[in-house]
């Protein structure tokens, strides 16, 4: 009733509900259409198509369409940035969705490079200290490069830092929280606190399944999180059982095939510690 620029809208939060849900073929229809419409309404430099630009490229970057994804994710980040400057929570957000990406991707130094100044960008706007949303996540992403970078202690603290705001701001049982746990483990697991990481994924992975339908479709993944940390602590029956659990949810759900075959592969080499050739 109200035109081409609330159907956009529209697309965008259907297509935020699929994303969750890691529907991301869908996500990625949802988000195309209200992008094409947006152009159509505003031009190829506008704000609001800016943030379609993100919202899609982030559902194509999960399909493993990375040369796409990234044209798209970086015209989001420079339309961003010539409108607001760099010292704006609006860029601080664009630029991290492209620190995330060099993350996903393996470039390290870039990756690091992005993410480091965007939580420093957001500590100075939103106040040093401030137990925030967004903090929390610059911190999460931050904790992540440096677990690529093999700096596990520095990942453990910043992820400990990421959990403790989430629980001030949600608290006790939350998506956010749950998803906080599960990087915190896996932080701790690289780090070789692997008992710990297991307790942690475990709480996790029960949070989730509490949770239901609000965790979206993150129970797959905490579930492969917590095969690893059981793989790692040679539990070999059980991790089994967490690997056949998560494979049986991306299958259900028509996750990717990446993400399927990756169910596959953490199968196969529980398989060969096991003997079962």
Do not use: W
């Amino acid at each position: 009733k109200e035109g081409p620029s609330a159907l956009a809208c529209s697309y965008e939060a259907v297509g935020k509900c699929l994303y969750l849900l890691q529907d991301f073929g869908g996500a990625r229809e949802c988000h195309a259409e209200a992008l094409s419409i947006r152009e159509g309404l505003h031009g190829r430099n506008h704000i609001e198509v800016a943030g379609s630009l993100a919202n899609l490229g982030q559902a194509l970057q999960s399909l493993g369409e990375y040369d796409t994804a990234f044209f798209h994710i970086d015209r989001a980040f420079q339309i961003t940035r010539k409108k607001f400057g760099d010292s704006h929570l609006r860029t601080v957000a664009a630029k991290e969705v492209l620190g995330a990406f060099y993350l996903d991707t393996g470039n390290g130094q870039k990756s690091h490079e992005l993410l480091t100044s965007c939580l420093s960008v957001r500590k100075t706007l939103l106040g040093e200290g401030t137990s925030h949303a967004d903090i929390a996540q610059s911190s999460d992403l931050l904790a992540r490069s440096f677990r690529q970078s093999f700096k596990h202690r520095d990942a453990v603290e910043l992820h400990k830092a990421a959990l403790s705001m989430c629980q001030e701001i949600f608290g006790e049982s939350h998506p956010r929280v749950a998803h906080a746990l599960s990087q915190l483990a896996t932080s701790l697991r690289s780090y070789g606190s692997v008992a710990l990481a297991r307790e942690l994924q475990e709480k996790s992975v029960e949070m989730q399944r509490d949770l239901g339908a609000q965790a979206g479709g993150c129970l797959a993944v905490g579930l492969d999180n917590l095969g690893h940390c059981l793989a790692a602590d040679a539990r070999l029956s059980q991790a089994e059982e967490a690997y056949r659990e998560s494979l049986c949810l991306k299958i259900d759900r028509a996750a990717s095939l990446d993400s399927v075959a990756e169910s596959y592969e953490n199968l196969a080499n529980i398989y060969k510690r096991q003997g079962k050739y």
